[in-house]
């Protein structure tokens, strides 16, 4: 459950000690049982603000676990803004940071009975619905923009842009089929993350020091779609692109 019994990268600190560490690897997993079907399709470690270590919104999969090629989902979180205990972070901007930094989900806890203190439908549901509003072929992949469902599954003939967001500071498009450029508008500095969309995985981080930016987008290929998504201060842009193998 704990972050701690999934990942190396945390000393211990309840009476889970003895547990520390990836409980789930090949290895581990095969030391309790030894067979080659012993293995973990998907991570699910908890996190809640009392747990002396990192959280999944402030730390991609690769900083937070030690199997960063898996799969993970968070599978309980606090219902609620948390803001206490060292943390500010409202239950929205979670689940936003939560799929930037390439995890494949998130389950805020709420409890069959209404409030056990650690969540509830009220709180969790701007939260939900907010996620819904910026990413609706994530949450309903079978409906809504057909189109969009279509090039997401892979069928569509040739590359394709669509804009996800806009600012008027900040431009993504592509110079050719192989290369990103990206504007920002000023010399304040950026940064620009692209995340496969299909795995989530978080593919290329780098710091923006200049106002223009080209990148190949060669590297990337053997992904078929990705975002591409630039941060500066408050301001934001994104845009998911489709790429042809």
């Not at 747990?51 to 799969?71: H, L, P, R, V």
């Not at 809504?144 to 842009?161: H, K, N, P, W």
């Not at 967001?165 to 993504?172: G, Q």
């Not at 201060?233 to 845009?239: E, L, W, Y």
Request: proline share 3%; with cysteine.
């Amino acid at each position: 459950m704990w972050i701690i019994c999934n990942s190396s990268k945390y000393g211990s600190w309840t009476w889970a000690d003895a547990y520390a560490g990836n409980n789930y690897n090949e290895v581990s997993l095969r030391a309790r049982y030894n067979d080659p079907d012993a293995y973990l399709d998907f991570y699910s470690p908890h996190w809640y603000q009392w747990q002396s270590s990192d959280a999944f919104f402030n730390k991609t999969i690769g900083e937070w676990m030690d199997d960063g090629y898996k799969a993970v989902i968070i599978g309980e979180t606090p219902g609620y803004n948390v803001n206490n205990s060292n943390w500010n972070m409202s239950l929205s901007n979670a689940y936003l940071y939560a799929h930037w930094n390439g995890y494949s989900g998130v389950c805020a806890w709420k409890s069959p009975w209404e409030n056990d203190g650690y969540g509830t439908f009220a709180g969790i549901t701007p939260a939900t619905n907010y996620f819904h509003r910026q990413y609706p072929d994530l949450v309903y992949p079978n409906g809504g923009d057909t189109q969009q469902y279509i090039a997401y599954r892979g069928v569509s003939a040739s590359l394709e842009e669509k804009e996800m967001k806009t600012n008027n500071e900040m431009e993504i498009f592509l110079g050719d089929e192989n290369t990103l450029v990206v504007n920002i508008g000023n010399d304040n500095g950026a940064t620009m993350q692209i995340v496969d969309m299909l795995t989530y995985r978080i593919l290329h981080i780098q710091k923006l020091e200049r106002r223009c930016t080209t990148l190949s987008l060669l590297p990337f290929r053997d992904s078929r779609i990705i975002v591409v998504r630039v941060t500066q201060g408050a301001v934001s842009c994104s845009k998911k692109i489709y790429l042809n193998r």
